[in-house]
């Protein structure tokens, strides 16, 4: 439930900023009149992000099990990877983000209605389509519908309060800092994902190794303990977990964790953009 609501609070909060910087630029420069826009695409992007979710959902329960697994792997795979290209994008550009996006908008709105809907749309599409693919994921995952999506559901909701927040001007932290803590515990969380992807494509036949186990601790982690649900939970653990999902893991996790910790190059900029979000007044 913690990894699900952590990719919620996460991916909601980058959509939160996006639309909070959006809105403020438009009512500082007295372009109030192209709002309805703005909040046009917005919309489009949340309709189509759940559209996508219940596809997900609703198309594999048609699916013969060898094939449900297939697809479950595979999009576990190209979640794992797009997610981990999110969070080095965002640590990349998180100190940017507010001058970047104003340009865009400045871009779209020479242009006319359209651009700007256009521009709302992917600015929060992205992040709303790799909610719905994680987030599905880590259900298949789990195998509990419940817990994941209320935890994901927490965490979109603490993101829209923590928006609004930024909105008003009554709440500043470093951004840079926030996504870079949340961009590891992340990549942890990606890398039981990827396990579990592992196991869904050796279950469906494409990969081998299915009974080679790496070890099994079910008895000292009994899965369905309160204990072994956490750690489920928060990490994606398997206490049988094969000997390739343990490779795998490891070959993930250690090399992605080491170069995004990193320290990096960031071109300087001035310190309110990095630590403050656009207010309306």
């Known amino acids: 439930m913690f990894g699900n609501f952590l990719i919620g609070l996460r991916e909601g909060l980058e959509a939160s900023l996006v639309v909070c910087i959006l809105v403020a630029y438009l009512v500082k420069t007295g372009n109030r009149r192209q709002l309805p826009p703005l909040w046009a695409g917005v919309g489009i992007a949340v309709t189509l992000s759940l559209a996508f979710g219940a596809l997900l959902q609703f198309g594999s329960s048609t699916l013969t099990f060898q094939a449900k697994e297939a697809l479950g792997g595979t999009l576990s795979v190209l979640s794992v990877a797009l997610v981990t290209w999110m969070v080095f994008w965002m640590r990349r550009t998180a100190r940017h983000l507010k001058s970047e996006l104003q340009d865009k908008l400045d871009a779209a709105l020479a242009v006319g209605t359209g651009a700007l809907v ?164």
């Open 118 to 281: 256009v521009t709302s749309f992917f600015a929060v599409g992205r992040e709303g389509l790799e909610t719905s693919l994680f987030i599905w994921t880590a259900v298949q995952a789990t195998g509990d519908g419940v817990r994941p999506l209320t935890g994901a559901l927490l965490g979109l909701a603490t993101s829209v309060v923590l928006g609004w927040l930024f909105y008003k001007g009554a709440l500043r932290i470093n951004l840079a800092k926030f996504f870079r803590w949340t961009g590891a515990m992340l990549v942890v969380v990606a890398a039981g994902v990827l396990a579990y992807g592992i196991h869904d494509l050796q279950e469906a036949g494409i990969l081998p190794g299915l009974h080679s186990l790496a070890f099994d601790i079910s008895t000292t982690i009994p899965p369905d303990s309160w204990y072994g649900t956490l750690v489920k939970g928060v990490f994606n653990f398997q206490p049988d977990p094969t000997a390739l999902q343990v490779v795998v893991w490891s070959l993930y996790l250690i090399p992605v964790m080491a170069f995004f910790l990193a320290p990096g190059r960031t071109r300087p900029v001035s310190q309110p953009e990095a630590t403050e979000a656009p207010t309306a007044g």
